[in-house]
């Protein structure tokens, strides 16, 4: 219908309910005559055209019912009552008396007629335009704002096919109650037989303050019934209009390991990078890329893209010129191994900050390829260190492992050995270097997610080696900003560790997935296979002799790594192509954990 046709439809309802309630009033108390008509002709065009007046002001003609709330009905209250004052003063001027009792009949009836009116369609609609039959029961958890908002979607929205039935709230004031017509049924504990009682098919979180630990025990309660469980959409997301509430997502992995944001040094940061020329290796890389598209939120000078495999250089390349046009960027297709290529590239583009993220970091295949691990990640990073001191970059980042700390692997080895080079590059040259650890990000192109994801996909099972082998999570994008967060904070020769929370259990990991794809351990099971060569039980992000209790800043310590005799390291890089595998292997676990004789600690430290 359109608005014309609207106004004029319920202009002539609401005349029709002004002129009846009060001649009906008027009949019933005051006695028929020539005064009674005068008066009753007089206040009934007085009630009608202010009726229209204060419904015009209160916008009762532009409001859609089918939605309304208390605040349509406070807006006809309003309406109704200061028409009958307006009533009743005309009646005092003309006729020097209020007939009070035949007014607050009048009025009575008058809220009555137009608020029922109105609130009729949304009855209908709710009771008759949108049937719940057929639509999955589904259970709210949060009964405060964003919970009724939710529902309110839910009732009115006739594509959704979700029917909610009950709340579930932790506020024990609100158990017992009804809200939005829904009862709320009990804490989170009670989730698991709510579900069971009430044949729940789905489960709606939608509490937007939740913190990850919170999340966790939340999920870990649907997790124990066969309802789907979702999460409502963020409410800046919202409030933007990029999704509506009633988008909602599946729970992810991130949702539950990732860690409550960290607050940045925004400042800091911004004097490190900003206006000046940014080199990334290793670009391409899912921790090269996201530590790229942190960086271009401080405005540098140029960021150049380094790499060696050109569809993921050019893939970040396309996506930074799309989302920032205005950025000066370039790329440079280049081996970190080349050692030439690397001096010539630090000479060219003169960068002032370094983040050397080229690395080999797959545990298994280093296992089967040890000189390859040698290679780039310990000749890689020595050949860009040295270019990048005699180019005179003023900071140069490593990005490092929680598996260089007592290595047990060859890719964990290599990358305490470069963690060496570079600390010792920080004493001999003007350049600061610092290296930055942190464990297993989600997403990453060697995390254990994907693949696990491509398991379920597959109808499993999946694989997990050890039932008690833990590790350290953390996100993309925290890890990235992070990196940048060290590296602002560098003064020289620091390996600074990143807070990675608590150590998650790969089995829980696994279990969750699972659920969170909407599959039964029974419909896709977990086999364990055994460690493979070079895992540990867990992962540690600081040896004991390099615990330090300092937090330079929340998440981010500074450990108190031993500086070696680099003459053991570089004597090994000259000879590591002669050796065979399995020496290769334990040459660098030798060097790795300081257990050769003329490995000797280092007193003179920067």
Known sequence: MSYQKRLLGLMLVDSVIVLSCIFISYFLLLPTGNTFSMLLIVSSVALLLSHHLFAYYYKLYKKAWEYASINELVAIGKAVTFSIIITGGVQLVLF???YFRALAITWMMHILFIGGSRFSWRMYRDTYIKPSTGMKRTLIIGAGSAGTMVVRQLQHNEEVELNPVAFIDDDVTKHHLEIMGLPVVGGVDKIEKVVEAKKIEHIIIAIPSLSKEELNHIFNECAKTKAKTQIMPKIEDIMVGKISVNQFRDVQVEDLLGREPVELDIAGIENFIKGQTILVTGAGGSIGSEVCRQLV????????????????????????????????????????????????????????????????????????????AV????????????????????????????????????????KRIAEMIIQHMDMISDTRFVAVRFGNVLGSRGSVIPLFKEQILSGGPVTVTHPEMVRYFMTIPEASRLVLQAGALARGGEVFVLDMGEPVKIVDLAKNLIKLSGYTETEIPIHFT???????????????????????YPKIYRGKTPMVNINVAEQFISEFEKMPKEMLREELLDIANFRKRDLQVLSAVR
Do not use: C, W
């Open 96 to 98: 020097q008396d209020i």
């Open 297 to 372: 939120n401080f405005e540098p000078k140029e960021l150049i893209l380094l790499g060696h495999g050109e569809n993921s250089i050019y893939s970040i390349e396309m996506e930074l010129r799309r989302n920032h046009p205005a950025l000066q960027l370039d790329t440079e297709i280049a081996d970190v191994q080349d050692h030439e290529k690397m001096f010539a590239i630090m000479n060219k583009r003169k960068p002032h900050v370094i983040f050397h993220a080229a690395a080999h970091k797959h545990v298994p295949l280093m296992e089967r390829n040890p000189e390859e």
């Open 375 to 414: 290679k780039n990640n310990v000749i890689g990073t020595k050949n860009v260190a040295e270019a990048a001191s005699d180019a005179g970059v003023n900071t140069f980042v490593m990005i490092s492992t929680d598996k260089a700390v007592n290595p047990t692997s060859v890719m964990g080895s290599t």
């Open 530 to 552: 055994g460690m493979r060569p070079g895992e540990k039980m867990f992962e540690e992000l600081l040896g004991e002799d390099e615990v330090h209790d300092e937090q330079v």
